[in-house]
């Protein structure tokens, strides 16, 4: 029996290494080719701004003029979740009382934290999943204690190891947030980011590696323990529009992930929607607040880290109530701890459901 299985085997596994040289062969063909293209396109462009219900405009933003496809990639470090995690993490919800404003800016609602109004620039990593966190919680510090604080995404980048990911090659967001609750983050001052110039000069490098851990404060007068700060819980905000709102007007700005094509990188202003190009990767940034165009159309208003150049001076609206892109299946949020302060403060109001 077994002598009779032997060349069965064989030929199974030869068609299955076969099958899947040619594959892997093809993908890298069309990826080659796809990868080393330029990211911006006049026909992108073209198609957007022709399209009389495509709601935004598009532009060849300077921020990518030297980018490759492939170069544009790297920046979307956003990993996909297992749903084990997923369904161990508590989930919020909100009470459908809570009357919400038609239109909402946390920059204007808190308009004392000078963080929430801040671009960054994540530079040549794919970082956005540590910064979307880290800028949430440096907001949320200010909203909830008073404090104006900019924590560092260096911190959380360099030290969560694989427990978040892969550092500059992507990670999990919301790992992300339990990185904060366990072991918090220094602030920016102490722990500076390692690239936050960019890639706008021709022939400057795709991408850059991980920073590597040090666990000291750049000014020797500062500590690193004495220097962290830490979130109180980690949890996914429910994907009903009216939770997410609700989540932000009480306790400030979350972070959002969504699925990025190739016509986002052209985004210059009006409320995205997909219109045109393939699937480029997993993207992370900070929801800041929501609004109603004068025609009617439903957005999000969320703030990116590809500075100033990029999109609507730093920041970008994209259609709400339609989990556009998938942006309203992955927010993430935690509160502010007291943990390593001088003062302490009462958490804020949320109930939670597994």
Request: hydrophobic letters at 35%.
């Amino acid at each position: 029996m077994a002598s009779a299985l032997f060349p069965l085997l064989a030929l199974l596994s030869a068609f299955s290494v076969s099958y899947f040289t040619i594959v892997e062969a093809e993908a890298e063909t069309i990826s080659s080719f796809k990868l080393n293209s330029h990211i911006l396109q006049e026909s992108i462009t073209k198609q957007v701004n022709e399209n009389p219900k495509a709601g935004w405009k598009a532009a060849m933003n300077p921020r990518f003029s030297n980018y490759t496809v492939g170069q544009f990639k790297q920046l979307l470090g956003v990993k996909p979740t297992l749903e084990k995690d997923l369904s161990s993490t508590p989930v919020v919800t909100h009470s459908k009382s809570l009357k919400l404003p038609n239109e909402f800016d946390a920059r204007t609602a808190w308009s004392k934290c000078s963080t929430i109004g801040r671009i960054l620039e994540q530079g040549h990593c794919g970082s956005c999943w540590a910064f979307g966190a880290v800028e949430s919680l440096s907001d949320r510090f200010c909203i909830h204690f008073g404090m104006n604080i900019s924590l560092s995404v260096n911190d959380l980048l360099a030290c969560c190891g694989f427990l978040c990911g892969s550092g500059c090659n992507g990670g999990y967001p919301l790992f992300a947030w339990r990185y904060l609750v366990h072991h918090g983050v220094v602030t920016e001052e102490c722990d500076p980011y390692f690239d936050d110039i960019g890639c706008s000069h021709p022939g400057c490098e795709p991408g850059y590696p991980t920073p590597r851990c040090v666990r000291k404060c750049v000014n020797r007068n500062q500590f690193w323990r004495k220097s962290k700060h830490y979130g109180a819980n980690a949890y996914r905000i429910n994907s009903d529009p009216n939770d997410i709102m609700a989540e932000v007007y009480k306790n400030g700005p979350v972070e959002v992930s969504f699925t990025v094509y190739e016509d986002f990188a052209h985004y210059k202003s009006g409320v995205y929607k997909h219109i045109t190009g393939v699937t480029l990767g997993g993207h992370a940034v900070k929801l800041i607040g929501w609004g109603t165009t004068d025609e009617g159309e439903d957005y999000w208003l969320l703030a990116n880290q590809w500075n100033r150049s990029w999109g609507d001076d730093g920041y970008f609206k994209i259609r709400r109530g339609t989990n556009e892109c998938g942006i309203e299946k992955g927010v993430v949020a935690g509160l502010p701890s007291t943990k390593n302060l001088v003062r302490e403060v009462a958490d804020g109001d949320v109930s939670f459901s597994m």
